[in-house]
């Protein structure tokens, strides 16, 4: 090698002037084995690849490394001498893997989820039972609120996956579709709007106080955006399942996800009132921090809820 290239050689980053590991481990089978066809069945290749592996390491340190011959492979002075050196970069690479496959582990023991109210009580459930079936050992947390409440969650690493029911993804988050939805206005049976003939306008609905939920929630959200502008709420209210109650019980017109009244509207305990001109379908996304793509039981639990 002549000076020029030496210094060509040094100058390279330590990625192109060491050799990678599956070349020293090869070496290192040579060196226990005394054979390049046994080091090589070892490790799973073929004999002409650990050759061309061995020869590529001599030509990238270059010194000779093992001498062959038709009784076997035996290192040289120098095959010796890196073979040490090899010996010390296996050991800490195993020492690495070790303690990354421990920060593996204690990443896989948790999950912190964060859903605002209609997934967490409509639809997460079934996704956590069949997620327990593929990770038993996960302990998960479920932090239920609106949709503002589970941004602030993500972006305040307190959570590892979220989801919501707005309009926007909420700043600073990455998001998914992970399901559709319609908002649909409810009342008791003997409500008035219960035997009306006609569509209820959006104009009469805008100007009607409702039993609603909280600022800040997807539902409010949507419902907000759809109409122009609500009337003062005749209840507000903090859950989903709140809101239901309270319609059930007749207090007044309820605008609630389509997932959470089912049993309610097919037992008669709440009839649907037709809405005339507005759409009020949403998408449920699931969301987490911009840049930090889901890994580990909240990837899986993010597999399952597109399942």
């Keep these: 090698m002549t000076e ?15 050799p990678d590991l599956g070349a020293l481990e090869l070496l290192l089978a ?41 009784r076997g492979s035996r290192l040289t002075d120098a095959g010796a001498l890196v073979t040490d050196w090899a010996r010390r970069v296996v050991e800490a690479a195993e020492a690495f893997d070790v303690g990354a496959q421990a920060l ?18 409509y639809l997460l459930p079934g996704w956590l039972l069949a997620l327990r079936a593929q990770r038993p050992d996960t302990a998960v947390s479920l932090l239920a609120g609106n949709s503002a409440a589970v941004a602030e ?21 990455d998001s998914v579709v ?58 507000e209210l903090s859950s989903t399942t709140a809101v239901k109650a309270a319609a059930v019980s007749g207090a007044g017109p309820a605008v609630l996800s389509e997932l959470a ?26 969301v987490w921090p911009m840049g930090h793509r889901p890994v580990g039981p909240a990837r899986d639990l993010l597999s399952l809820t597109r399942g």
């Design 104 to 121: 593996r582990d204690r990443r896989d023991s948790r999950l912190r989820v964060a859903a605002s109210m209609t997934i967490a009580e």
């Design 261 to 286: 009244v089912g049993e309610e509207l097919s037992m008669r305990r709440l009839v649907r009132i037709p809405l005339a001109d507005v759409s009020l379908a949403r998408d449920l996304r699931a």
């Design 153 to 173: 969650r993500l972006l305040a690493d307190e959570a590892d996956l979220g989801f919501v029911e707005g309009l926007s993804v909420p700043t600073g988050l």
């Design 178 to 235: 992970i399901a559709h939805d319609s908002l649909i206005v409810v009342t008791a049976p003997g409500h008035v709007w219960s035997r009306r003939r006609r569509a209820l306008e959006a104009s009469e609905l805008a100007a009607t106080p409702l039993i609603l939920r909280e600022k800040g929630s997807g539902t409010r959200q949507v419902l907000d955006a759809a109409l122009g502008g609500l009337a003062r709420p005749l209840i």
């Design 4 to 18: 020029a290239a030496e210094g060509q050689f040094r100058a390279g980053s330590l990625a192109h002037r060491v």
């Design 30 to 70: 040579v060196a226990r084995l005394g054979s390049l066809g046994g080091a090589a069945r070892e490790l799973g290749i073929t004999q002409p690849a650990a050759s061309s592996r061995i020869r590529s390491m001599e030509r990238q340190l270059g010194v000779a490394l093992v001498d062959r011959s038709p």
